[in-house]
């Protein structure tokens, strides 16, 4: 692998803590960094590079997946970490950070490919890749990357102009934008699980597929994020990106063939694809209340959690049926719902087959074939057979299961970072795909700001409103 250097804007910030340093530590462990690398931490709290160190130990013992035995391997990695505070709003800052860009280079002989991750709130991006252009930090003899973590926009208009501006600095396969969501193990097994098993791939369209399902559940509230939530709802912050992406990926019909390098231009061709929405009756939005029993108060609801304005309508929950436009997927609903507050924490595709024997039978008393796909937490595959009971002689489903919970799976900033370090972009967002899913999504932010789609409350700890389960039940289905 070339040699690099990695500056990391953001460095002292939350992300970086919980995933970006136990990443890259796991990757250094496994040997997948380069032999010769330099890590640059850029934050604007003033901190001596000891302190610093220090604080990326600290969270690796508590967020890496390495054992905490291997104390002299830590101290080993932050030889290769440094840090410089700087004022990223300031222009003479960059070529600062410059300067000390190359003085690492120099000292450990870094061929002057640079990558830039941007962990910082989206209002600094504009101002951080026109520096890096301007300043020269741009201007490399190897190669140069950026990665840049969502919210990529805030709508289409805002989303167009921000890459206006980051494609000023850095041409399209520079860029790396990421979906975590993309970055986890089973999501990146999709496409596998479905290319490499030609009795998957032959049962993979509308003939056989009665609908889709894609649930991704959380048990966490708003937390201490109410003034970024309050802008962007469950709307902007699962669905247009994570959401979408499992859409995408589950819908993937690639042949052994394909190379892998067409899987971007495969889920554009999809994104192109997806119907507009019907708002009214495709979609859903719910707002999560309070959990009381008695007098016992057990969870704030969405209202009361602090910074939160107490008559604010944002989506907390967001439920929809949407239909992809292709020969293979014509007629088969995909429906997805996420929200925040739910029974479980619990990221899984249900790919519900057709029963034709039992098609006029109740819903209750059908037993469709059923493909689970579980992200997380457990990674796994079932699939739901009948078969009959020797002892009552009754058809009864039985669970054909694979799972992978016992293994040790690298966490999705692994996978990620390991890519953009080699220069992989299958499993990053391309513009084309971004800029679809916002002009998707756009006529629903708007009937969202405009109080054109109801808002249902619904309890903590439950699976969202009831109104969810209707949006199935029209169709004849329900949520497994
Ligand atoms: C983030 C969202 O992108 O994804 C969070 O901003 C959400 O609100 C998180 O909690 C969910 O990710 P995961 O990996 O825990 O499912």
Redesign the pocket.
């Known amino acids: 692998m070339d040699s690099m250097s990695f500056t990391l804007f953001g460095a002292t910030g939350d992300l970086a803590k919980r995933k970006i340093y136990p990443a890259l530590f796991n990757l250094y462990m496994d040997k997948k960094l380069p032999t010769i690398f330099s890590i640059i931490g850029v934050g604007k709290e003033k901190m001596s590079e000891k302190e610093f160190q220090s604080m990326v130990i600290e969270s690796l013992y508590e967020f890496s997946r390495h054992s905490t035995n291997d104390k002299a391997l830590k101290l080993e990695f932050v030889q290769s970490i440094s840090y410089i505070s700087l004022d990223l709003t300031n222009k003479s800052s960059y070529s600062l950070l410059l300067q000390y860009v190359k003085q690492k280079e120099l000292e450990k002989g870094i061929n002057e490919n640079r990558i830039f991750y941007l962990s910082v709130p989206p209002a600094f991006f504009e101002v951080i890749t026109t520096n890096i252009k301007n300043s020269g930090l741009g201007h490399t003899k190897g190669w140069k990357r950026v990665i840049i973590e969502?919210?990529f926009g805030h709508d289409l208009a805002s989303a167009t102009h921000l890459n206006n501006m980051v494609k000023q600095a850095f041409f399209e396969d520079e860029i790396f934008r990421m979906?975590?969501?993309l970055g986890?193990p089973m999501v990146q097994n999709l496409e596998t699980l479905i290319s490499a098993n030609p009795v998957l791939q032959s049962i993979w369209n509308n003939k056989l597929i009665a609908n889709v399902q894609i649930t991704?559940s959380?048990t966490?509230g708003?937390g201490g994020?109410a003034a970024?939530?309050e802008q962007?709802g469950a709307i902007r912050?699962?669905v247009q990106?994570?959401m979408l992406q499992l859409v995408l990926m589950s819908a993937l019909r690639m042949s052994e063939k394909d190379s892998v390098v067409s899987l971007r231009n495969e889920k554009i061709k999809l994104m192109e694809a997806i119907q507009r929405i019907h708002t009214e009756k495709d979609i859903i939005r719910g707002q999560y209340r309070h959990l009381k029993t008695g007098d016992t108060t057990y969870t704030n609801g969405y209202l009361e959690e602090p910074g939160v304005n107490p008559s604010s309508t944002t989506d907390t929950f967001v439920a929809a049926r949407l239909f992809i436009n292709t020969p293979s997927w014509k007629g088969v609903p995909f429906f997805i719902r996420t929200g925040?507050r739910l029974a479980r924490?619990e990221?899984k595709i249900v790919v519900e087959f057709k029963n034709i024997r039992n098609e006029t039978k109740a819903v209750e008393e059908r037993r469709p074939n059923l493909l689970v796909i579980t992200i997380?937490p457990d990674e796994g595959v079932s699939l739901h057979l009948n078969s009959k009971n020797p002892l009552t002689g009754e058809i009864e489903p039985i669970d054909v299961h694979f799972s992978s919970s016992n293994r040790e799976i690298p966490e999705?900033y692994e996978y990620l970072l390991a890519d953009a370090i080699k220069g992989n972009a299958d499993f990053f967002t391309h513009w084309d795909e971004v800029e679809l899913a916002w002009k998707w999504i756009q006529p629903v932010l708007e009937a969202f700001d405009n109080n054109q789609i109801p808002l249902h409350l619904y309890e903590s700890g439950t699976n969202g409103p009831e109104a969810s389960d209707q949006l199935l039940k029209k169709d004849g289905f329900h949520w497994w």
């Open positions: 969502k919210p979906d975590h969501y986890k991704a959380e966490v708003v994020r970024y939530y962007a912050d699962m990106n994570h925040k924490k990221t997380q999705a």
